[in-house]
């Protein structure tokens, strides 16, 4: 049983996460997407908001999807639910550097996990969590970077400030 976590802050989650966690299905048998909580960083969205997301644009009801959070390590879990592979998305080259270290210090922690880096497709390779916050924080028009879901969360959060 070939089983996948794709891991990440999901704060929001994006057209391009949908991407990445769409062709991330047919690679494996189970996928776990997985909310990584960390108390350090301080997201626009609650864990249970962003389950919401993940819930609402990435489940379809499969059976063969897991969509949780976790704490820690992201070997441990990987480590407790089994997993083989890690999955995780490249934008672009400045993904790289900070991706390529998280990959060989999780190999140093874990050698018997695998991380694998599927490239974004072009049309998403320049969206990130970051930038959809900055430009919807100013009421701009986000409607072509998330699922229409996130938008009306994103709107109702911002309005709401
Ligand atoms: O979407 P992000 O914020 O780029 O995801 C980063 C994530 C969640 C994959 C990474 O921070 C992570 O694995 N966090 C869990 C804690 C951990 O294992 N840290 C060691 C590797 S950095």
């Keep these: ?89 490249l934008r672009a080259i400045v993904d790289f550097e900070y991706e390529f270290a998280i990959a060989l210090l999780n190999k140093k922690l874990a050698p018997e996990i695998e991380t694998i880096f599927l490239m974004s497709q072009s049309e998403n390779s320049f969206i990130s969590s970051n930038m959809v916050k900055e430009v919807a924080s100013y009421g701009g028009d986000v409607t072509s970077l998330v699922p229409q879901f996130i938008h009306k969360k994103l709107r109702e959060k911002y309005s709401s400030r």
């Design 1 to 89: 049983m070939r089983i996948g976590i794709y891991p990440g802050s999901f704060d929001p989650l994006t057209n391009g996460h949908l991407d990445i966690a769409e062709r991330a299905k047919s690679l494996c048998d189970r996928l776990i997407i997985a909310i990584a909580m960390n108390s350090a960083k301080h997201p626009l969205f609650s864990v249970q908001e962003r389950l919401e997301f993940l819930h609402e644009c990435c489940v379809c009801g499969s059976s063969s999807i897991e969509i949780t959070s976790f704490e820690g390590l992201l070997v441990d879990y990987c480590r407790e639910k089994g997993v083989t592979f890690i999955i995780r998305g």
